[in-house]
């Protein structure tokens, strides 16, 4: 990867985290079938009810008013397929972010320990 500005160059350090990836795969096998079964659904009530479900990390992200907005003003971004996308980024962030708190908190009790 080539990052020309030095004040990105701490990008090249950055890994994924295994943990918030993992994550990432239990959410996508969660909810790709769900969004298959809603896909082939014949009844429109339970396809509704079955992308909502698949798509809660969307959905909570949906219902701020200003976001709300944005969302019905775009009508690309009304799509399962880029709401699951963005489900997925908010799913590995949010793990990410816990991982990161519990590695820290950890760190800090072992260091409390020795002390």
Same mark, same amino acid.
């Given at each position: 990867?080539?990052? @020309?500005? *030095?004040? &990105?160059?701490?990008i090249?350090?950055?890994?994924?985290? +295994?943990? /918030?990836? $993992? #994550?990432?795969?239990?959410?996508?096998?969660? @909810?790709? *079938?769900? &969004?298959?079964?809603a896909?082939?659904?014949?009844?429109? +009530?339970s /396809?509704? $009810? #079955?992308?909502?479900?698949?798509?809660?990390?969307?959905?909570?992200?949906?219902?701020?008013?200003?976001i709300?907005?944005?969302i019905?003003?775009?009508?690309? #971004?009304?799509?399962?397929?880029v709401?699951?996308?963005?489900?997925?980024?908010?799913?590995?962030?949010?793990?990410?972010?816990?991982?990161?708190?519990?590695?820290?908190?950890?760190?800090?009790?072992?260091?409390?320990?020795?002390?």
């Amino acid at each position: 990867m080539i990052i @020309a500005h *030095p004040r &990105l160059q701490w990008i090249k350090s950055k890994k994924p985290n +295994k943990a /918030a990836l $993992v #994550l990432c795969g239990l959410y996508s096998a969660l @909810a790709v *079938p769900l &969004l298959a079964l809603a896909v082939f659904e014949r009844d429109i +009530k339970s /396809a509704v $009810v #079955l992308q909502q479900v698949a798509l809660i990390p969307f959905t909570m992200i949906a219902t701020i008013p200003r976001i709300y907005q944005f969302i019905v003003d775009r009508t690309w #971004l009304n799509n399962m397929y880029v709401g699951f996308a963005i489900s997925l980024s908010i799913v590995y962030v949010a793990a990410y972010i816990v991982c990161w708190s519990l590695i820290f908190v950890v760190s800090f009790v072992a260091v409390r320990r020795r002390a």
